[in-house]
């Protein structure tokens, strides 16, 4: 069965990176686009974007370009997300999920998140 | 904030029906398939809904989507407790090439 397994909480200073692991089991990490959402404490889900873990080629939201990095590491099928120069604002769970529509699907058809990984708490604190 | 609007909440007795809105524009509903998740509290979003109005396996029939227009629609039948959870639409927006996520909808079962 299909599972998704993230890195356990994490707490950092502000100024630091984080990098959070996402271990896909039940199905072929490179067959299927890794997307990224975040939920920061109490607020609503938040695309932050998406790696196609077969090129490696990435999609970020605008409001994080520069500042987060996907890369995925296929031989141990396990993607990551880091985010760099934290903030308070960054304070979030974030949560890996399997896009079911697969690495070729092209357009607003995609999309479809079918598994979800159980979050990764990270608390940016001085 | 997101540019899908949902209502913050909604509420009925067991065994009722709830609907919840989804309203968005021509640069994401309108053009493009919406998905609805479930969240259950302290817990990972679940797909619900996909493609407007199909259902995953496992998902009861209790639950069904629909879109009309720049705005779409999840409908809860036969209410039960365990339907208590945060509820997301979410599409496509071409304009932002971004996916977005509505505010979300909390059910609550009276």
């Known amino acids: 069965q299909v599972q998704l397994v993230q890195s356990g909480a994490e707490v950092k200073k502000p100024g630091a990176s984080v990098k959070v692991s996402c271990k896909a089991s039940?199905?072929?990490?490179?067959?299927?686009?890794m997307h990224w959402v975040r939920q920061a404490p109490g607020q609503g889900l938040e695309w932050m974007g998406r790696?196609?873990?077969?090129?490696?080629?990435?999609n970020y939201a605008q409001i994080f370009q520069g500042r987060v990095t996907m890369t995925r590491d296929t031989s141990i099928s396990t993607a990551y997300m880091e985010v760099s120069r934290l903030t308070s604002d960054d304070t979030a769970v974030y949560y890996c999920?399997?896009?079911?529509?697969?690495?070729?699907?092209?357009?607003?058809?995609?999309?479809?998140?079918?598994?979800w990984g159980q979050g990764t708490l990270v608390t940016v604190s001085s | 904030q997101s540019v899908l609007t949902q209502p913050p909440s909604v509420s009925a007795a067991p065994g009722q029906k709830v609907t919840i809105s989804c309203s968005g524009s021509?640069?994401?509903?309108?053009?493009?398939?919406v998905s609805w998740c479930q969240q259950l509290p302290g817990t990972a979003p679940k797909l619900l809904i996909y493609?407007?109005?199909r259902r995953p396996s496992g998902i009861p029939d209790r639950f069904s989507g629909s879109k009309s227009g720049t705005s779409a629609t999840l409908a809860i039948t036969g209410l039960q407790t365990g339907d208590e959870a945060d509820y997301y639409c979410?599409?496509?927006?071409?304009?932002?090439?971004?996916?977005?996520f509505g505010t979300g909808t909390k059910v609550t079962v009276l």
């Open positions: 790696i196609n873990p077969n090129s490696g080629d990435t």
């Open positions: 021509s640069s994401n509903i309108g053009n493009n398939y």
């Open positions: 979410g599409t496509w927006d071409s304009s932002l090439s971004a996916y977005v």
């Open positions: 999920a399997r896009d079911s529509t697969g690495v070729y699907c092209s357009g607003g058809s995609c999309f479809v998140f079918d598994f």
């Open positions: 039940g199905y072929t990490l490179t067959g299927y686009y």
């Open positions: 493609d407007n109005d």
